[in-house]
């Protein structure tokens, strides 16, 4: 995709930049690599870090950075050294221990690597960085150190949040600026639409709704409100798993990249999987947004629109918590009737009824102010490569 896109610089090299290495495994989709290769980039644009990622799914990785090469064991892309992590003993053709050491998402150090951390003359830093929760319980195990049962190590737990007191979430310095510069140019606009979409953008009373999900059975009620809504609704799809829903309202074989549809009020429009850049450019170009798993969720807070969550489902719905810890934080200070609507929409897309668009829809002047005093309120909680980056000056000495 096009877009107009956060750009943010390289600072320049400190005579000894720190050197970290991120260890990432692929368990589903793209969040676990894309949180890791969007806090590599940051730690090495916005920090000076020397930053190299150590991951296991090159086809998955490749999705979010089309110039990755899948038959290379290492290379560098934006200046962050790439290792094909091949197996779970495996790291790296030549053995090097970093300063600052990141155990993405507890996905386990290679046995050697940590064996070598233990020899090291100076003792990494080494962090289990977990997934993102709104839970409160988050901020009292957040830094929280973990020794080694065999060696002279210790892991620091940092743990992603909403609140005061967690690691925050990312969020690159010039972000605000690039978002504000989309939205003021009408130029930039309409270029993105017609690069994305091969079409203009739509008319001043549609609605454009971004909608990224796993499978979701409450997809189809959806779309027949939208279908049958009294004002136009432009409707943007990443292809990915929810495609063949929409290929099957649409009475069509498929609905790959590029396909374009219309039933009724309803308009949509399938996109080519995205970079992370262009991305944020749909939330942006988006009035409401329709996010899933972690990295979109927090982009979509960022992007200043209402949005509906499609949390990552767990067994024993041990997901749930999660949700309404989030819904919490979020609609904090939203009158009660928005509150409860926000809640019922969202409890409807993860599983717990069906949606009421229309209710929705009434509710989107407060949703709207509320999206936009949330993005303020959870900047001050600081962001992630920023908070860790502190965290470890005060470590490494």
């Known amino acids: 995709m096009s877009s107009v896109a956060p750009d943010s610089g390289s600072p320049a090299a400190p005579a000894n930049p720190i050197a970290c290495d991120i260890f990432c495994a692929v368990i589903d989709n793209f969040g676990d690599i894309g949180v890791c290769w969007r806090l590599a980039r940051q ?22 950075c089309p110039s990755l090469e899948l038959e290379r064991a290492r290379q560098t892309l934006d200046g962050i050294v790439v290792e094909h ?45 977990e997934y993102l929760s709104a839970e409160d319980w988050i901020a009292d195990f957040h830094l929280r150190p973990s020794p080694h049962p065999r060696y002279a190590l210790s892991k620091t737990f940092f743990f992603p949040g909403l609140g005061p007191g967690t690691g925050g979430v990312l969020k690159e310095r010039d972000l605000d600026a690039a978002r504000a510069a ?30 990224f999900a796993y499978e979701n059975p409450a997809v189809d009620s959806l779309l027949e409100q939208w279908r049958d809504n009294a004002s136009p609704i432009v409707l943007l799809v990443p292809e990915g798993r929810i495609s063949g829903a929409l290929a099957r309202f649409f009475g069509l074989p498929s609905f790959a990249a590029g396909t374009h549809a219309t039933l009724g009020n309803l308009s949509a429009h399938a996109l080519a999987f995205t970079e992370q850049p262009g991305y944020d450019a749909l939330l942006w170009a988006s009035d409401v947004n329709f996010v899933r798993g972690e990295d979109s969720f927090v982009r979509a807070q960022w992007a200043a629109k209402p949005f ?28 009660a009737d928005a509150r409860a609507a926000l809640e019922r929409f969202w409890h409807a897309w993860n599983g717990a009824g069906q949606p009421d668009w229309a209710e929705f829809q009434r509710h989107y002047p407060a949703l709207k102010r509320r999206a936009a005093g949330w993005a303020v309120e959870l900047a001050q909680v600081g962001d992630l490569a920023g908070n860790l980056t502190s965290f470890a000056k005060t470590q490494l000495k």
Not at 88 to 94: I, V
Not at 202 to 210: E, G, K, L, N, Y
Not at 308 to 335: E, M
């Open 308 to 335: 509906v969550w499609h949390i990552y489902p767990q067994a024993d719905d041990a997901h749930l918590p999660k949700l309404d810890a989030a819904l919490a934080h979020y609609t904090r200070t939203l009158p």
């Open 43 to 64: 730690l090495a644009r916005e920090h000076g870090w020397q930053v190299r990622v150590f991951v296991d799914d090159l086809h998955a990785f490749r999705r979010l």
């Open 85 to 129: 992590w091949h197996e779970p003993s495996h790291a790296g053709d030549t053995l090097e221990v970093a300063d600052v050491v990141i155990e993405a998402f507890a996905c386990e150090l290679p046995p050697v690597y940590i064996a070598a951390m233990a020899e090291r003359a100076c003792v990494p830093l080494w962090f289990n960085l």
């Open 182 to 211: 989309f939205e003021a140019s009408p130029a930039a606009r309409s270029d993105w639409w017609r690069n994305v979409t091969g079409h203009a953008p739509p008319p001043a009373d549609a609605t454009v709704v971004s909608l």
